[in-house]
């Protein structure tokens, strides 16, 4: 949780990351044309005939569902509730609303739990937009991307898009549109359910694939995010930590009993600089370590966006190690 005015506790070894943005925001969005990539959406979303004056319907259908988490709305349903009734995060005590979340993205059977404590902390809340920052794991792109539709669908019900400020951010030709990259991608998608469970309110979403970035488009795409962050705006980034073993091509320790202790000091240095609210940092942590974060660039971003006087909250920790009690292959949950 990040407050004004708090000191960071440390005595939490955790990594799920809630974050409250500064008071003040920047009030200008850069307006320059998007020439937008021609790439068809047929198979993804659904389409209605508009009446005269409006936008025809189109959906991005869940691409996880029933295989990352249950299929079925009613079971869906009665999984967050229960993980939500379950989750014990710190209760916070100082001032301010939670602004932002840092949270997983993989299967509910393995970071489910981890999720649920933060998101129990908005619970109830009502909320008018919901920016969501994801990378990218199936499609190699430059700049970030939000697909050309009108809604997401969950289980649990289509999730409308802020169509409006979708189309300040794509005056920018940084911000993209790419069919393909969003038609199987996950990370979005695995925190929906858990936002429409949680969040009171008619609320719409932002939905940002984050590419390739340089450390300057870093810094460009949190100023033309940052007006948009207001207190009726919740910003979460869906990442996993390490990715260790074979599986991710990433082996830096040998796999003996040293090694989750291991893990976790390569986590830790990531945390240390969120916790310092150092993107630069965590982008020089990345060069030096090569810490197979799949959401350092989102996370990076959210920290350019945050003003002075925010403080950072622990949560949660786990590793898919220390469920399975096999290090072979471990991904670390945030």
């Known amino acids: 949780m990040i407050r004004r005015g708090e000191k960071v506790l440390r005595k939490y070894l955790s990594i799920m990351l809630l974050i409250v943005l500064g008071a003040t925001a920047g009030l200008y969005i850069l307006r320059e044309r998007l020439q937008q990539e021609a790439d068809s959406m047929n198979n993804a979303h659904a389409s209605a005939s508009p009446l005269p004056g409006e936008m025809a319907t189109r959906i991005r259908p869940a691409a996880v569902a029933g295989a990352w988490y249950p299929g ?23 001032k ?14 393995y ?40 809604h997401f669908a969950t289980p649990l019900g289509n999730i409308p898009l802020d169509l409006q400020a979708i189309a300040m951010l794509r005056s920018n030709p940084q911000f993209r549109t790419l069919a393909t990259a969003h038609q199987a991608e996950h990370s979005i998608e695995i925190v929906l359910p858990f936002l429409q469970r949680a969040l009171s309110g008619a609320w719409q979403m932002v939905p940002i694939l984050v590419g390739n970035l340089d450390a300057h488009g870093v810094a460009q795409i949190a100023e033309l995010l940052r007006p948009l962050a207001d207190d009726s705006t919740l910003v979460v980034v869906s990442t996993d930590f390490t990715h260790f073993g074979s599986n991710y ?11 989750p202790d291991r893990i976790r000091e390569l986590d830790q240095g990531a945390i240390d600089h969120i916790l310092r609210l150092d993107g630069p940092g965590l982008l020089n942590y990345k060069q030096r370590t090569q810490i197979t974060a799949c959401g350092l660039l989102p996370m990076a971003i959210l920290l350019h966006m945050l003003g002075e006087g925010t403080t950072p909250t622990l949560l949660q920790y786990d590793t898919s190690g220390n469920m399975t009690h096999d290090f072979t292959n471990s991904v670390s949950y945030t």
């Open 96 to 109: 301010g609303a939670i602004r932002a979340l840092i949270a997983p993205h993989a299967g509910y059977r």
């Open 72 to 94: 079925r709305a009613e079971e869906l349903a009665a999984y967050l509730d229960q993980a939500m009734d379950h989750a014990n995060p710190p209760h916070p005590d100082g």
């Open 249 to 259: 091509d990433f082996h830096p320790f040998p796999n003996d009993a040293q090694l």
């Open 111 to 150: 970071s489910g739990a981890t999720a649920a404590a933060a998101f129990k902390l908005v619970r109830g809340r009502p909320l008018r937009r919901v920016i969501v920052l994801g990378p990218s794991h199936r499609m190699a792109f430059q700049g970030v991307s939000i697909p050309d539709v009108t």
